[in-house]
């Protein structure tokens, strides 16, 4: 199995990815540069009326400048920002990534084109938060795999009350909803979305990590970051830089930034190329194993809390469809059809993010369950009413006329003969419900995809990653199907005689 | 098994009335299945329905258990009026045997004789499946006990079907053309079953094609046509010597030159 999925990975990723050392030279003769950004984060990147504007856009763009091309701007998703780079998706990224040692290792930094810093955001007038020192013991929003979570995992918090979300206007949602307390961020980011749409919450408490942005390349493009740094250089020279400081921070630069930018340009590099971001590295598994299992144990958790409430409430909503009384039947279409005409990203969204308007504000872990249930039953409700009408109307019958009323008959003659009939959808059902488990990492739950997402930002090998979360899911759904195929085999006279039938009379 | 045999003819049907219908319609849409009927059963009766094939005998019958809601009419079963309020206890005392067999494929013979004495009556395992058995000895088919519905042929499963429609003990037994659905050498084995059970006494309304059989076991034989009783009496009678000429029709159709 692993071979062949390895094989496969490889012969998909093939095209385009051999990466010279000659990027820069490959760059002009495209007469393109190709730069990721997550425009989720004013005022370095945002998009506006379908537009991205921000900062690193406008500076972005005058990197091109220098370089003579063109620049393309390709909007991507924080957390598959870095694997993308490595696999030669863009050149660079610009989106106010914050250069550490860690990132260092996989990754080829330009030198700091911006000082920057993680601050906190309090709901206003929260008094309980002051500064980072009263981090511990709150529940504490992030944008996850940024220096915010970096800076929060550093205060010694534990990692349960780190709720890690794709985005920061996302945790800064979630603080104002009441789901958390506190959020940490970079103080230009923080102060400009709070400005533009968070009048609830508050800065509060100065910079508390100082922090160096950088452009990122990937480490086998040197010819390219030295050609960045020496756009930089003129671009911070000749005033440019100054006058973008000012539109987009609102405020002059601060005078003696420049001459810390200056001084700093030996911090960026880093990048020692650990090979191809396509070959299998194992050793990245020791670590990453014990994660990835304690995310598999979260999806499955999940999945089967959902499938145990969810069966017997899609039982339920089966026989509401099918019942006479026609409120009860009319309500529970309509409650499937809404459940199966929307996205379940969005019902996700729905119950975290917008039930708190209306003063319901539950806990990641129960929204999720909440959600998948919810989804669950209505389709599972279709898949058990497919199955009682597939029944011959004669059963009915027959239990009817021995005197059995409707629920004795249901309960004794149509059910057990549907449960048998439904079990094959049912068990699509509950593999595909495992898989779709992987959408509740959008409110901050680790489980399997999330942990494998985070994982592979940072590892260097998105592949060996994303290859065992593969492999750990398989080892979920194929038990399952197994062990249905079993159950169906043992129940099987009802559909195959066992021996042949005899017609003779006894 | 207690059975009630009237001393001296077991079909003579002078025993207490079991059955009265009145003046029963049966409308499905504009289509009137059923142009009032009225007949009466008494006890030990064996009454015998022929006719075409789309006569209203069907329904008929599913109109007494209300498989199927009547138009207009009633049905008395002893002293009890049918309706809704009392259906599921008088259908305890109607066994319905269909023409096919509606046997539930996920529980043995036995399992399916038992089922409506423990959940309807709530009798005791023991007792549902000993009595279950001694079913099963009467239809000719204990070896049979453990087997499922998919396993047995047409005839058996007709023959536990009987079984499953003794099992509570009904005091009228229906039979909707029992072996129409049956290959012609498995026939024989469930009118034998049947012949047994008239020969005991007890009161059952049939519908059938088997028109030797019906001479044979019937007290009393109705002929309808077009959803009404043309035309009954005495077997020797309807079939000796028919009065209309539609009841002679038919039977030389079905009787062959």
């Known amino acids: 199995m692993f071979p062949v999925l390895l094989a496969a990975l490889l012969l998909l990723a093939g095209g385009g990815v051999a990466r010279a050392e000659n990027a820069l030279e490959q760059v002009r003769e495209r007469g393109e540069l190709v730069i990721g ?17 921000g900062f690193d856009i406008d500076l972005g763009n005058q990197i091109g400048k220098e370089l003579g091309v063109k620049v393309r701007w390709v909007n991507s998703a924080w957390d598959g920002i870095f694997p993308a780079l490595r696999t030669g998706k863009f050149d660079l990224v610009m989106s106010g990534v914050t250069i550490t040692d860690e990132r260092k290792q996989n990754l080829l930094f330009s030198r700091p084109y911006f000082l920057s810093g993680q601050t906190l955001a309090r709901r206003r007038g929260d008094r309980r938060i002051g500064s980072a020192d009263d981090l511990p013991g709150k529940i504490v929003c992030v944008q996850q795999e940024t220096t915010g979570q970096t800076a929060a995992e550093k205060r010694g918090l534990p990692p349960e009350s780190i709720r890690k979300f794709e985005t920061l206007p996302e945790a800064l949602l979630a603080v104002r909803n009441r789901q958390g ?16 749409g968070y009048p609830e919450l508050e800065v509060i408490g100065g910079v508390f990590v100082q922090e160096n942005v950088g452009i990122v390349a990937d480490p086998r493009s040197g010819d390219l970051i030295r050609g960045v740094d020496a756009a930089l250089q003129r671009i911070l020279d000749d005033g440019r830089y100054g006058r973008m400081y000012a539109l987009w921070l609102g405020e002059p630069l601060p005078a003696a930034d420049v001459a810390r930018l200056n001084g700093l340009a030996a911090v960026g590099g880093g990048g020692v190329d650990s090979g191809s971001a396509f070959t299998i590295r194992w050793d990245l598994l020791q670590n990453a194993l014990p994660l990835l299992l304690r995310g598999a144990v979260t999806t499955l958790y999940i999945t089967g809390l959902t499938l145990l409430i969810g069966t017997p409430l899609g039982l339920l909503v089966a026989l509401a469809r ?5 409120p009860l039947s009319t309500a529970a279409a309509f409650y499937v059809e809404v459940i199966r005409g929307t996205p379940l990203l969005l019902q996700i969204f729905v119950i ?18 909440l959600a998948l249930t919810l989804n669950a039953a209505a389709y599972i409700g279709e898949i058990f009413r497919a199955g009682i009408q597939s029944i011959d109307t004669g059963q009915m019958e027959a239990a009817r006329a021995l005197g059995m009323d409707y629920g004795a008959a249901m309960r004794w003659v149509i059910l057990p003969q549907t449960v048998r009939r439904v079990l094959p959808p049912l068990t699509n059902e509950a593999v595909a419900l495992l898989k779709d488990s992987s959408l509740v990492s959008v409110i901050a739950l680790t489980e399997l995809t999330r942990v494998g997402r985070e994982l592979s930002t940072n590892s260097g090998s998105p592949i060996t990653i994303y290859l065992a979360v593969a492999v750990l899911y398989l080892a979920m ?5 197994y062990l249905v195929r079993r159950l169906e085999d043992r129940w099987q006279p009802i559909s195959r005689p066992r021996a042949k039938a005899v017609a003779a009379k006894p | 098994m207690t059975t009630t045999t009237i001393p001296g003819s077991p079909t003579n049907g002078s025993g207490p009335p079991v059955l009265a219908i009145r003046d029963l319609h049966k409308s499905f849409g504009k289509l009137e299945v059923l142009k009032g009927i009225s007949l009466e059963m008494r006890e030990g009766q064996v009454s015998v329905l022929i006719g075409a094939s789309g006569s209203g ?15 207009q009419g009633t049905v008395r079963f002893r002293d009890t009026e049918i309706g809704p309020a009392n259906l599921t206890r008088v259908r305890r005392e109607i066994g319905f045997v269909f023409q096919r067999f509606n046997l539930f494929p996920h529980l043995t013979a036995l399992e399916n004789v038992t089922l409506a004495p423990r959940c309807v009556l709530g009798a005791p395992a023991e007792q549902a499946e000993r009595e279950a058995r001694e079913l ?19 005839g058996q499963q007709q023959r536990v079907a009987i079984a499953r429609a003794l099992a509570l003990r009904p005091a009228l037994l229906m039979f909707d053309e029992p072996t129409s659905a049956l290959d012609p050498e498995l026939v024989g084995e469930v009118l034998e079953v049947m012949r047994d059970l008239a020969a005991e006494g007890r009161t059952m309304l049939i519908a059938t094609h088997e028109m030797g059989f019906a001479r044979e076991v019937a007290s009393h034989v109705m002929f309808l046509h077009l959803g009404q009783i043309l035309e009954e009496g005495p077997p020797d009678q309807i079939f000796e010597s028919p009065r209309e000429a539609r009841t002679r029709e038919f039977l030389a159709r079905v009787l062959g030159p």
């Open chain 1, 352 to 369: 975290y993010f917008v039930l708190p308007a209306v003063g319901i504000s539950l806990p990641a872990f129960v929204a999720a369950v």
């Open chain 2, 57 to 71: 005998k069907s329904t008929l019958m599913r109109c007494v258990n209300r498989l199927e809601t009547p138009t």
């Open chain 2, 136 to 154: 099963l000895e009467q239809v000719h088919l204990s070896a049979k006990a453990d087997n499922y519905p998919a396993e047995l042929s047409g």
């Open chain 1, 322 to 326: 099918l019942s006479g009384f026609r």
């Open chain 1, 477 to 481: 759904t194929l038990p399952l199907t």
């Open chain 1, 181 to 196: 307390d506190v959020a940490v961020g970079d103080l230009p980011a923080l102060r400009d979305l709070i400005r533009k």
């Open chain 1, 37 to 53: 950004t997550d425009a989720t984060y004013p005022p370095f990147e945002s998009k506006v009326g379908g537009r991205l504007e």
